[in-house]
Each structure stands twice: as C-alpha cells, then as structure tokens.
C-alpha cells in the first residue's frame, strides 16, 4: 500500500478530498501523516480526530528559507511516504528540498498552468477578460509552479462571476482532481523522468 504526507497551511480542504478518497478506494494508498507550517490550520483537526500523525514545523524568526528547509526535510524523512502532497501549502520551496523528492512532490494550482502562476489568481482571471479557468496539478520542480504538468480541468468564467464565487468552483474542481490524478501516480499510469510527465494512454 503506497502511502501519503500531505503538507497544509489552512482549512485541508484537499487534504479532506485525498482523505476521503483514500478512504472509499478511490486511491489506492493511505495518508500516513499531515505536515502544517501554522500550528492554527484548521485542517490539523481534521487529521487528529480521523487518526492521522499531525506535524507543525512553523518558520523561526531566526530562521531562512535555507534553514526551515532543512527542519522540514527532516520532518518529511522521518514519515517516509512514497509521496508528498502540497495541499493549500503557503510557503515556497528551495532548490534542496525540491530536488530531494523530485517526482514524489506534487502540486494543486488553481490556474491553468502555465498561465497564472502564484498567488491571487481568480481575481486576475477575471480582470484579464479570461474565457476560461481551472486547476492544475504538476511535479514541482525548482521553477515556481512550473513543474511539469500531470492533468489540468477547465470551466467555463461566468459573466457574473467574482473572485469568490470563481474560487468555489474552481476548489469543486479540485476536489475531484486531486484524487484522480494521485491515483494516475500510484497505478504508474503517470510519472515522472527526465524532467517530463509521461501519462500512459
């Protein structure tokens, strides 16, 4: 059985939709531990009272990239899951850490990659006209939200839509998406080499 660390910073609402699936044998693993760089996530809760380890590994004021880095790769070795998941994760990752787990580490974006990257985005999909949006989820690599790309949903934007309403459906999306493509990973319908994302037909 493979089994999974989701990283949160929030809610884990995908940490909740990775859960459930896991739960029901829509993926074939089990989430072994959730790691959060906010002590307050809400979804830290969740995993608690469902019987997940928790871990928090918040930045010291002390500390630089470099150096929280290297507590959470120590954090992430010692769980030891065939894959990790950035689920809501609000903090960049260097080069070390990324490079260490390069093809097990995986994203959500709430944009169609590569359009959009970073932050705020339903709000500049809207104030850029964009007939179009969704989610992606890709390998990440050293390249911000740049990594190759294992399977993206759109949705149409709605004339009435605001940067709220955008961001429920798009987090729809996600919940449904997330899932389907973790078990694209952990079959080896999907994976990772030299740099690509090869998907078997």
Known sequence: MNTIAVLISGRG?????????????????????????????????????????THVVEKLPEQDRQAYDRT??????????DWLTLAGFMRILGPELVNRYLGKLINIHPSLLPAYTGLNTHQRVIDAGEPKH?????????????????????????????????????????HKLYPLVMQFLISGHARYENGKCYLDD
């Open 13 to 53: 609402s995908n940490f909740k939709a990775l859960f459930d699936a896991c739960e029901d044998g829509r993926i074939d693993a089990t989430i072994i531990a959730v790691v959060s760089d906010q002590s307050e996530a809400v979804g830290l809760q969740f995993a608690k009272d469902h019987g997940v380890e």
């Open 72 to 81: 959470l790769i120590n954090t992430l070795d010692s769980i030891n899951a």
């Open 134 to 174: 969704g989610a992606t989820v890709h390998f990440v690599t050293e390249e911000l939200d740049g990594g190759p790309i294992i399977k993206q949903q759109s949705l149409d934007v709605l004339p009435s839509d605001t940067a709220e309403t955008l961001a429920k459906r798009v987090l729809q999306i996600e």
